[in-house]
Structures are given as C-alpha cells and as structure tokens.
T-cell receptor
Framework: GEDVEQSLFLSVREGDSSVINCTYT??????LYWYKQEPGAGLQLLTY?????DMKQDQRLTVLLNKKDKHLSLRIADTQTGDSAIYFC?????????FGQGTELSVKP | SAVISQKPSRDICQRGTSLTIQCQVD?????MFWYRQQPGQSLTLIAT?????????ESGFVIDKFPISRPNLTFSTLTVSNMSPEDSSIYLC??????????FGQGTRLTVV
C-alpha cells in the first residue's frame, strides 16, 4: 500500500523560510494535501495540489510537487511563532487519505 | 467547507467501560470517516461510514470494538468499547471532498485509566 514519509522535526528562526518535505510511494495519487495541527486542536487543511501541477502558491505557502521523484514540499515564507505546529502531508489513494507521520515545526524568536 | 462538531471534546474513562463519540456535520454528506491518532503518531483510518449501510472497517479494526452508527446524512457516532489504556488517543471524524481534501472535527481526546 501507499507509504508517506516525513522528517519528524524542523527548527527555524522567526522570519526565515521553512521547508517541510514529504515523500510518497504511489504514483497514482491524485490529490496531495498539507494539514496543520496545533497543540490540542484538530487538523486544519492548509492547501492541496492536484497531481498534474508542479507548484501552487497561496500567500506565504508554496507547495512544490515533483512527480518523478514522488516528492512534495511545503514552503512557509517569513515563518512566525504562530506557525509552530505539526504539519502532516496526506495523499489521496484509492479514495482514502494516507497520512505521513507529521513534522513538528518549532519557530524560535 | 463543512463545519464539523464533535462531542465530547475530551473524556477520562475507566477501563472496561465504553464511550460513544458524536459527530455532526452542517451539510449532508455521503461518506463520513473516523480516524484515530495515538499519542505522538499520525492519523489512522478506522472506518468509513455510509448512510444506510454497515461501516467499512480498515485492517486492524473490528466492529465489535468500534461500532459505528450512521442514522442520517449529517450525523454519525463511534463507540469505543471495553476500553483499555491502549485506546487512549484522539478520535477524529471527517468528511472528504476529493478536490479540497478532508475537513476534520476538533477531535475527542480520550484517556483511559
């Protein structure tokens, strides 16, 4: 089945850019998503990209998709302390969402 | 986007008891999904709940342990039965739109003591 991998931790300084990476195994995945989970909260959908796109930008967020390498990344420009959270990538495969383990982003002032 | 309300938001339960979690959506949806997030882990799909039919369970999850009801197109319940400390998790319901992704309730944080 589908396997989605993320690095577990990322630490950046406030104002820097953050890049969170995700790899997946199933090339037939149609939609790919990024979710944010703040402590004690549910999941918030941040953005998504369709598999025929290479890039999608939404304000401070940029999603890059490399289908050949099955690599997805989320770039957060001008990272703020409020961006500290766990970020999950997820891929839609066979009508089901498969989640990565989550990357804990720590933003230091 | 759908608005999803889950109740309770958290609970502490004795082992051996059962807890029923409710999920209400502000619009009619065909499928609703129940996930479990164990401490420090990612989300795992428990089952898919369709209105008018039995839920479809993922590998490792069984109806006797996690019975699900889906009485109408806006509501579903998940029961965690005969609980043990290993069931301590966040349980989330969601509705999914293939184009825009899944929308989640705020989750139910369950602690079994």
């Amino acid at each position: 089945g589908e396997d989605v991998e993320q690095s577990l931790f990322l630490s950046v300084r406030e104002g820097d850019s953050s890049v969170i990476n995700c790899t997946y195994t199933d090339s037939s995945s149609t939609y790919l998503y990024w979710y944010k989970q703040e402590p004690g909260a549910g999941l918030q959908l941040l953005t998504y990209i369709f598999s025929n796109m290479d890039m999608k930008q939404d304000q401070r967020l940029t999603v890059l998709l490399n289908k050949k390498d099955k690599h997805l990344s989320l770039r957060i420009a001008d990272t703020q302390t409020g961006d500290s959270a766990i970020y999950f990538c997820a891929v839609l495969q066979g009508g089901k969402l498969i989640f990565g383990q989550g990357t804990e982003l720590s933003v230091k002032p | 986007s759908a608005v999803i309300s889950q109740k309770p938001s958290r609970d502490i339960c004795q082992r051996g008891t059962s807890l029923t979690i409710q999920c209400q959506v502000d619009s009619q949806v065909t499928m609703m999904f129940w996930y479990r997030q164990q401490p420090g882990q990612s989300l795992t799909l428990i089952a898919t709940a369709n209105q008018g039919s039995e839920a479809t369970y993922e590998s490792g999850f069984v109806i006797d342990k996690f019975p699900i009801s889906r009485p109408n197109l806006t509501f579903s319940t998940l029961t965690v039965s005969n609980m043990s400390p290993e069931d301590s998790s966040i349980y989330l319901c969601s509705v999914e739109d293939q184009r825009t992704g899944a929308f989640f309730g705020q989750g139910t944080r369950l602690t079994v003591v």
